[in-house]
């Protein structure tokens, strides 16, 4: 490697003359200034560590990353500068260790939630020095939270399409045998009509009548299930969170009262009307009930709530049931994930699919042995524009 301008300047010093000196000089810090400059404007964090595993430089980006007072951390040792970092499950802190460059991927909670990508650079490979002459390391940091959310939300678009597709091949093959099924209970029905016996007649058209409204009843639950997969933008219309409750609640009085499941209901009579689909919210409210009741196995109360503030409306829904074991928790919106023996575990996605599309948000708070709440906070007014801000910071260059 060419020898660097600094290098070369102090070998031929004695040989330059005074006004040449000053003029090399300037050009030095004209250089230094330029760098420090561009050091001090990146979003990358920059540590640089000296032989003895002290910080001597660290720009302001370190600070907004890790915390921490940049003026404080030079001329201290490294897990001492930046204590919240578990310096030992990253790298060796002795700097004769630092022979080849080092790259992980680490999450900070302090000064925010942060995925930081971690660079350990040894300074002797970068100035072409031999191993033995340690002169410590340069840490780079970068923020990827943004792009593994993105990589995140690839993944789950991807795993919903795949399910999607899964799911039509099998709508259109349960399909088939129900429209057949249809057909020959229409056939089955006018045959009826020549039997002689009136009351095995009449018993017998009960029986085909009932085994039609059940197959109808299976082609509606197939074409509201992908319905719900599919993407789509709500149908919306004006309609109340109590109206919604309550239509809801309709549907399940039976099977709520064979669990002897007691209904408390906490709200006020005035409701803010929002803008929402009618069909879904319901759909996403019955999986919700549905799953509250069949934790209270022994029977149990529901309460339901709906608390009404500036920005949302949310509605709870409270059960005294098991609740969800903790290393279950973080897989409650995954596909195909469920604790029940029948359950499929798309209940949950499908909730949380419905309510991302009308841009709401749902929350799950839960204590094993008490029971679970499930809060949908649901938007008071759909906002066509929105004002995001700046990232990681706000800050206005001068």
């Known amino acids: 490697m060419k020898s660097s301008f600094l290098e070369q300047l102090l070998r031929r010093i004695d040989r330059i003359d005074p006004d040449s000196l000053q003029t090399q000089f300037l050009r030095l810090a004209r ?25 001597s430089y660290a720009n302001p980006a370190v600070a907004t990353l890790l915390g921490g007072n940049v003026e404080q951390m030079v001329g201290r040792k490294l897990e001492e500068a930046l204590p919240l970092v578990d310096w030992e499950g990253l790298i060796s802190l002795d700097p004769e260790s630092w022979t080849r460059m080092i790259n992980r991927e680490i999450e900070v909670r302090y000064p925010e939630p942060r995925i930081l990508e971690f660079y350990v650079v040894p300074l002797q490979v970068m100035e072409g020095q031999k191993d033995e002459d340690v002169e410590g390391a340069l840490i780079l940091l970068r923020d990827i939270t943004l792009e593994r959310k993105k990589h995140e939300s690839t993944v789950e678009s991807q795993r919903l399409e795949a399910i999607t597709l899964l799911a039509a091949g099998v709508a259109h093959e349960i399909g088939n045998p129900l429209n057949s099924l249809n057909i020959h209970l229409q056939l089955m029905e006018r045959e009826l009509e020549e039997i002689q016996d009136p009351e095995l007649r009449e018993s017998l058209k009960e029986l085909v009548q009932i085994s039609t409204g059940e197959i109808e009843r299976l082609d509606q639950i197939l074409h ?55 069909g879904q919210m319901q759909q996403a409210l019955y999986n919700l009930f549905r799953n509250a009741s069949q934790a209270m196995t022994s029977g149990g109360v529901l309460t339901l709530r709906i608390g009404v503030s500036e920005p949302a409306v949310a509605i709870s829904i409270q059960d005294t049931g098991s609740g969800i074991q903790p290393e279950d928790l973080g897989s409650v919106f995954e596909p195909y994930h469920t604790t029940k023996e029948e359950g499929t575990g798309l209940g949950l996605m499908i909730v949380q699919r419905i309510l991302q599309d009308h841009g709401g948000q749902i929350e799950i708070e839960t204590r094993p042995g008490q029971g679970t709440t499930v809060t949908l906070l649901l938007p008071r007014g759909e906002k066509r524009i929105r004002l995001l801000g700046s990232y990681p910071s706000e800050e206005v260059l001068t």
């Open 224 to 278: 509201a299930f992908l319905k719900a997969l599919r993407p789509s933008q709500p149908q919306r219309e004006t309609v109340k969170a109590d109206q919604l409750v309550e239509e809801t609640l309709k549907t399940m009085e039976r099977e709520l009262e064979d669990r002897g499941i007691w209904v408390e209901r906490e709200w006020d009579e005035e409701q803010p009307e929002l803008q929402l689909d009618r």
């Open 31 to 55: 250089e230094k200034g330029l760098m420090e400059t561009v050091l001090q404007a990146i979003r990358e964090g920059i540590v640089v560590v000296d032989g003895e595993g002290r910080v």
